[in-house]
């Protein structure tokens, strides 16, 4: 049979820059198995899968895949999503806004009036962390001593390792294997690394975000998931401040993500463009 693709690229205004998501428009009918097939042959950092809602609140559910597993939760597959459905004529139970099922239960995604989408941030849970494995397996010294990495759980786990500037995230040459066993003994899905940009920049923070997967170390282009957990993190600290991240600089895309502050709701945003339009064959 065939099923309506799309191909997303999410956190950029043009196509090519930002991180490509492939979104199964209808994914009743297909097992477990199939969509494990599906995601590891578009090879993306992650395939959406779209169902009928189960709870009443939300607008649709989706399942999240990557090439070695399914997620609970991720953030530009989120945003992604939500575009493809809403380019679709995707019906709205509120005006203004999907609310997704996935899971993690219910994240509502926000419609701006210029057509950028946000998502609100999970809860997590935040857990000081520290290994001498982190410079042999980052190959830098050029921490932030002033405040501590930290495990953020957001259904998706990330370590998070302030670093002392931007220059020192961009010089970041990771130890595949270092940081492999980093990552186990943190328990974590990726590592993301982050600096402060100089005054006067567009963006507060330069973003990295480093996974190993099948021993082969990988780069995330733009992670919504991760900057949500940086957003919590920095809320911790009582940075409540709007703020712009870059992120992808050392890929050669021009990943820029959003980050609102709204009460205990934290925003995180971004442009979204289809780049790919049609049907596979299942």
Not at 152 to 174: C, F, H, Q
Not at 250 to 277: K, N, Y
Request: net charge negative.
């Amino acid at each position: 049979m065939k099923v309506a693709f799309k191909q997303v690229d999410v956190f950029t205004s043009t196509a090519f820059r930002g991180n490509p998501l492939a979104v199964i428009m209808d994914a009743q009918g297909l097992d477990d198995e199939q969509m494990a097939a599906i995601a590891r042959w578009t090879h993306l950092s992650e395939t959406t899968f779209v169902l009928p809602a189960q709870s009443p609140a939300a607008d649709y559910r989706v399942r999240i895949f990557t090439v070695e597993g399914e997620l609970p939760f991720a953030g530009h597959p989120t945003l992604g999503t939500a575009h493809a459905l809403l380019e679709a004529g995707w019906p709205l139970k509120t005006p203004g806004k999907l609310v997704q099922e996935c899971g993690v239960g219910l994240v509502d995604v926000r419609i701006g009036d210029d057509g950028v989408l946000a998502f609100a941030a999970p809860a997590a849970t935040l857990t000081p962390f520290s290994d001498a494995l982190m410079s042999s397996a980052l190959n830098s010294e050029a921490f932030d001593l002033t405040h501590p990495p930290a495990i953020v759980d957001m259904g998706i786990r990330w370590l998070l390792i302030p670093m002392s500037s931007a220059r020192a995230v961009l010089d970041v040459r990771a130890s595949a294997a270092d940081l492999q066993r980093l990552q186990k003994h943190a328990g974590v899905n990726g590592t993301a690394l982050f600096g402060p940009l100089p005054q006067g920049e567009n963006e507060a923070y330069e973003v990295r975000a480093l996974l190993v997967e099948n021993g082969s170390l990988t780069e995330d282009p733009v992670t919504g998931s991760a900057n949500a957990c940086l957003a919590r993190y920095l809320a911790a600290q009582g940075q409540t401040r709007d703020y712009r991240v870059r992120q992808g600089s050392v890929l050669q895309r021009a990943g820029r993500v959003d980050v609102r502050f709204s009460g205990e709701t934290i925003w995180i945003g971004g442009h979204t463009l289809t780049v790919i339009d049609g049907t596979i064959r299942v």
